[in-house]
């Protein structure tokens, strides 16, 4: 038969001359190979005192963003909604009120929005359908919980920290992640 | 002989044995530290590290999480045979300790005292009987189980430890002609000063090193407790401290065999390189330095054993009774042999 | 009471108790493990008689390596209650006079002995293994050569029986 790629190597069967069979010089050269494993360098990563770094295009939690004055950036407009191919993400759009200015950023916003982090495959597609920037996937993944509905997680859960009164918790959640919307 | 011993001796003996007992027990206890090392080192990974500086303080928490695991003895087995297995193989695995000549004498209190607990004349023979003993603990427990899996693990054992004991007993004796003595603390006098048994009887040393994995039930020869096959073998059925009596004694009975093998091919407390005669005045430090030295050998044995364990498969049953039976024996007759003639012809 | 009476007291006490319970024992296993006590005690009374090699060698040749297979052959056995055998009067009559005249020969040796040496402690050195050596290679050279060329034979028929594939 004809190899399809030269990788293929063929298991020689012939019988074993007298060393081989007493196996003793196979063995050394086996505890050879572990011996030198001792010195070679371990990978191990200490966990919760070590941390391996994501790699930049990582898509973990999403996160409902603000501009720089604490406004929402949302406006329901459902766009991320229809991208979801999971379906995870809900919402019900409400009128900004007067006096409301500072807290969103345009008249329409998001007065429930929800997103079933059970569903979510964590694709992105939210953020690549967004036009105001308001969502955008994080570098955290969604930690564990004991009940089902504790998954389903609300606009509280889900909104950046305000950057006016919180800025370090704003920048820490920002994260390193290149964002696409304010390069262009 | 029994009329004759003064209270002084007895103390001494006393003292000497809950040393020997205690001093295995720890050196067991960080052997089951060591062999996670180990493999974890032989593996690219740290092993254990979270309990104390390096994890040394592992084996107390898992002395710990054992003392408190619930104690599970089956409805249907024979309980008091059940609680005897492990007892059992706790007591043959310290026994043994007794004829190790651990180090030279040491000058205390006015008197010369051995560091060793037993000088009886056959004492290779004592440590040989002891350990066809060892068998019955993991014999009586696995049967006691009434489970199916223990009771192979426990036939493995039985059959395992005969056939290798022949083996064992016949690479001896080449040894015996060799050295003209049963006492072990008279054999490692006659190795002082570098000529180790090793050099004159390399073939009978590999035999009792394979014979001695086997008799461990280390890996390659772990048959009677194959993890694939049998779940957990003769110890199925155990948990809490008796669980833990039986991993104790194999590591304890590691640590023995490992002495025995120091002291029987490699010299016990001869330190080599190294003229003991010439430096008669250190006194009690000679014999530490000694004892020091036999306690090297018997880590660097250890560490074989567990270097063994993490390279080699296990091996398949039919091919454990094939090496014993086909491969070994004639081997160590044939050691045997070549050690008469070449005695006969040397003339020692 | 030396030291030396009382343990041939207690050993005997043990040899002669497990030797009865090896035979009462409704548990072959049982009974083999008292059988192993029994062979201890002995043991102790060859060590009394300062016979170590020859309680050294009762330990691993009945104890270590007899025993173990007769615990082999009986823990492969599945014996129930139900595959006893069946007793009847007419065999438990038989056994009652094999043993009664085993029972009377043994009273009748042993009221012919004369004088009796209850504990030779220490003395002797019949059992050391020089001792034993030398009688064995000397006097007894033949029979024992005898039986180790049957002992080879034996081993090699194992070999020769694992050679069959």
Request: neutral net charge; aromatic residues 12%; glycine residues 8%.
């Amino acid at each position: 038969m004809q190899a399809l790629t030269d990788r293929a190597e063929n298991v020689d069967r012939k019988p074993m001359n007298f060393l081989e069979r007493m196996y003793l010089p196979a063995i050394f050269k086996g505890m050879l190979i572990t011996f030198r494993h001792i010195f070679t360098r371990n990978p191990t990563i200490q966990y919760p005192e070590q941390k391996r770094a994501f790699s930049p295009v990582f898509r973990g939690l999403q996160i409902l963003n603000r501009d720089e004055e604490g406004r929402e950036n949302c406006t329901a407009c459902g766009l991320c909604a229809v991208a979801c191919p999971a379906e995870a993400i809900t919402m019900e759009a409400a009128e900004r009120l007067p006096g409301e200015e500072n807290l969103y950023r345009e008249e329409k916003y998001a007065a429930k929005y929800e997103i079933n982090m059970l569903r979510c495959i964590f694709c992105g597609l939210c953020e690549e359908a967004c036009p105001k920037d308001a969502i955008y996937l994080s570098e955290t993944f969604t930690p564990a919980d004991y009940q089902r509905k504790q998954f389903v997680y609300n606009k509280q859960d889900l909104l950046i920290p305000n950057p006016v009164t919180d800025k370090e918790a704003y920048e820490k959640a920002l994260g390193n992640r290149p964002k696409k919307h304010l390069d262009n | 002989m029994f009329l004759s011993i003064e209270l002084a001796t007895i103390i001494e003996k006393l003292i000497l044995i809950v040393i020997v007992v205690m001093g295995s027990l720890v050196v067991a206890m960080y052997t089951t530290f060591a062999e996670r090392k180990v493999a974890g080192w032989l593996q690219d990974r740290p092993g254990p590290n979270r309990a104390g500086p390096f994890g040394m303080f592992q084996p107390l928490a898992d002395g710990l999480k054992l003392f408190f695991k619930e104690e599970i003895i089956p409805n249907f087995s024979s309980k008091a045979l059940f609680v005897m297995g492990p007892a059992l193989a706790m007591m043959t695995a310290i026994m043994t300790s007794a004829v190790i000549p651990w180090g030279d004498k040491v000058h205390l209190f006015d008197r010369d005292i051995s560091l060793q607990i037993a000088d009886i004349n056959i004492g290779i023979l004592y440590v040989f009987g002891v350990v066809s003993l060892g068998v019955y603990g993991i014999m009586i427990g696995a049967w006691a189980s009434n489970n199916k899996y223990s009771l192979m693990g426990g036939l493995r054992a039985a059959s395992q430890i005969i056939s290798y004991e022949l083996a064992m007993g016949i690479s001896i004796i080449a040894l015996l002609m060799f050295t003209g003595t049963l006492s072990l603390k008279e054999m490692v006098l006659q190795q002082q000063a570098g000529h180790w048994n090793i050099i004159y009887q390399p073939l009978g040393f590999l035999i009792f090193i394979i014979c001695a994995f086997a008799e461990c039930n280390r890996t390659p020869f772990d048959l009677a407790e194959a993890e694939s096959e049998l779940i957990g073998g003769y110890h199925t059925e155990y948990s809490s401290m008796k669980l833990g009596f039986y991993l104790f004694a194999e590591y304890i009975n590691m640590f023995i065999s490992s002495a025995v093998m120091a002291s029987l091919y490699f010299g016990g407390y001869d330190v080599p390189f190294f003229n003991e005669a010439a430096h008669a005045d250190m006194g009690n430090w000679l014999a530490l330095i000694g004892l020091g030295a036999f306690l090297i050998k018997i880590v660097i044995f250890i560490f074989i054993f567990m270097w063994v364990r993490w390279t080699v498969p296990r091996f398949r049953y039919d091919q454990l009774m094939h090496l014993g039976w086909r491969i070994l024996i004639p081997l160590a007759l044939f050691n045997m042999l070549a050690t008469g003639a070449a005695i006969l012809y040397f003339g020692k | 009471m030396g030291i030396t009476t009382i343990s041939f007291i207690l050993l005997s006490l043990m040899a002669v108790g497990s030797g009865i319970m090896m035979i009462l024992s409704k548990n072959p296993v049982n009974s083999i493990l008292w059988l192993i006590v029994l062979f201890f005690a002995i043991s102790g009374h060859y060590i009394l008689l300062n016979a170590q090699f020859l309680a050294i060698v009762n330990i691993i040749v009945y104890a270590g390596a007899i025993m173990v297979l007769f615990l082999f052959v009986v823990m492969l056995m599945n014996l129930n209650a139900e595959s006893e055998p069946a007793k009847n009067h007419r065999l438990q009559l038989i056994a009652i006079i094999s043993g009664g005249s085993l029972l009377l020969i043994l009273l009748s040796a042993i009221m012919t002995v004369k004088e009796a040496h209850p504990v030779m402690v220490a003395a002797g050195n019949a059992g050391l293994i020089k001792t034993l050596g030398k009688v064995l290679f000397t006097d007894y050279v033949l029979p024992f050569e005898i039986s180790s060329v049957l002992f080879l034979s034996a081993m090699v028929g194992a070999v020769v029986i694992g050679k069959k594939d």
